[in-house]
C-alpha cells in the first residue's frame, strides 16, 4: 500500500475506480475503464444516429404520436454518448489542462437531465397510450401536436430544474462522473438530495408506467374476453366470422405497438434499478463500493443503446426503415428480398443478379 501512495504521488497515475479488482497498471492507464466507456460509446452513437435517420426515412413511423417522444429520446441518448466521450478521453489523458471539479459536475450534471429527460418521455408514451385507449374518440383533440411540443419543452425544462441544486453543493446527482478522483472522493451525496430527487423524479415516473400499462393490458383483456363470448354466444356464420376477425385485428396493430413500448419502458426500469438501489443505499451510508458504483451506473447508461435493439426486433415498420437506409450500400441484396417478395412473373427471364 504504501508502495502504490508513493507510486500515485511520484508518477502520478490514473485514478481508477476498478482499480481493486487487482488488474496491472502497466500501461498508466485504467485499462478496464477505457474499454467499457468507449465500447459503450460507440455503440450508443451509431444505435441512436441509426434511430434518427431510420425515423426521417420511414413516414409511416410518424403515424404514432409517440414517435415525438421516441425521437426526442434518441436525441437525449445521442447527447448521452457524445458526453461520455468526456471521460473517455479524460482516462487517455487529453484533458490534463481541465478543472477537474468543474468537468465532473458538468458531466455528473448533463448526463442525469439526460437520463432525466428519457424517463420523463417514457412517463409521456405511456400516458399518451393509455389516452389513445380509454379515451379514442377525443384523442386527437386532448393530444394536438402543439401539446406535444409543450410537453417535450416541458420535458427538458423540468430536467434540467430537477438537478440544478447539484451545482451549489446540495448533493450529488450520480455516480457518472466518478471516473475523475474529485467526483468520487469529495462529491458526496446528501440524503435529502436523494430524497428530493427520487420524489420528483424517479418515484412519479416509475408510477405513471406502472398505472398506465396495467390499466391498457387490463383493457385490452376485456376486450379480447368480450369478443370471444360475442363468438360463442351467436355462433356467426362465414361473414360474420370475417366481420369478428376484422374487429378483433383491427385494434392488432395499436397492441402490437403498445407491447413495443412496453418492452423499451421494462427494460429501461430493469437496466436503472440496480443503480437506483445502490443510489438510496449508498446515499443512506448504508452501503459503498467503487466497483459496485461503477458497474451500477453504466449498466444504466447502457440502456441508451437498447431502444435501437427492441426497435429493430419489434417493428416492422422501424425494418423497413432500415432496409431502406441501408439499401444504398447493399443494392443488390435488397433486389434480391424484392425478388423473392414480389409475385414471379410468367414470360420474363430472371433476374442474373439474384441467381446463385
Not at 117 to 146: E, H
Not at 225 to 252: L, N, V, W, Y
Not at 292 to 299: D, G, I
Request: proline letters at 5%; one cysteine or more; charged letters at 15%.
Amino acid at each position: 500500500m504504501n508502495s502504490s501512495s508513493d507510486a500515485n504521488q511520484s508518477g502520478s497515475p490514473s485514478f481508477c475506480l476498478l482499480g481493486s479488482m487487482g488488474y496491472s497498471h502497466s500501461m498508466d492507464t485504467c485499462v478496464l475503464e477505457v474499454v467499457v466507456i468507449l465500447f459503450l460509446t460507440v455503440l450508443i452513437i451509431a444505435g441512436n444516429l441509426v434511430v434518427i435517420f431510420v425515423f426521417h426515412c420511414a413516414p409511416l413511423l410518424h403515424h404514432h404520436t409517440t414517435s415525438h417522444f421516441i425521437q426526442t429520446m434518441a436525441y437525449a441518448d445521442l447527447l448521452v454518448g457524445v458526453s461520455c466521450l468526456v471521460p473517455s478521453m479524460s482516462l487517455l489523458h487529453y484533458l490534463r489542462g481541465l478543472n477537474e471539479e468543474l468537468t465532473c459536475k458538468g458531466f455528473g450534471y448533463m448526463v442525469s437531465v439526460l437520463k432525466s429527460v428519457s424517463m420523463a418521455s417514457l412517463a409521456c408514451i405511456s400516458v399518451d397510450r393509455y389516452i389513445a385507449i380509454t379515451r379514442p374518440l377525443s384523442y386527437t383533440t386532448l393530444v394536438t401536436p402543439c401539446r406535444l411540443r409543450v410537453c417535450i419543452v416541458l420535458i427538458w425544462v423540468y430536467s434540467a430544474l430537477i438537478f440544478l441544486p447539484s451545482f451549489f453543493r446540495w448533493g450529488k446527482p450520480g455516480y457518472h462522473g466518478d471516473i475523475f478522483k474529485w467526483c468520487a472522493l469529495s462529491w458526496k451525496t446528501n440524503p435529502a438530495f436523494s430524497t428530493f430527487i427520487v420524489a420528483l423524479l424517479y418515484a412519479p415516473a416509475a408510477l405513471t408506467v406502472c398505472f398506465t400499462y396495467g390499466s391498457i393490458f387490463r383493457i385490452c383483456r376485456q376486450h379480447t374476453r368480450e369478443i370471444s363470448q360475442r363468438q360463442a354466444r351467436f355462433s356467426p356464420q362465414t361473414e360474420g366470422d370475417k366481420g369478428e376477425r376484422g374487429e378483433r385485428c383491427e385494434g392488432c396493430p395499436d397492441k402490437r405497438y403498445a407491447m413495443v413500448l412496453f418492452r423499451i419502458t421494462s427494460v429501461f426500469y430493469v437496466l436503472w434499478m440496480p443503480y437506483i438501489l445502490y443510489f438510496l443505499l449508498e446515499s443512506a451510508g448504508l452501503y459503498h463500493h467503487e466497483v459496485a458504483s461503477f458497474l451500477t451506473t453504466w449498466l444504466a447508461i447502457s440502456n441508451s443503446f437498447c431502444n435501437c435493439l427492441i426497435y429493430s426486433l419489434s417493428n416492422s415498420v422501424f425494418r423497413k426503415g432500415l432496409g431502406r437506409l441501408f439499401s444504398p450500400l447493399f443494392p443488390s441484396c435488397l433486389g434480391c428480398t424484392e425478388a423473392k417478395k414480389a409475385p414471379a412473373p410468367v414470360s420474363l427471364r430472371p433476374d442474373p443478379r439474384c441467381q446463385v
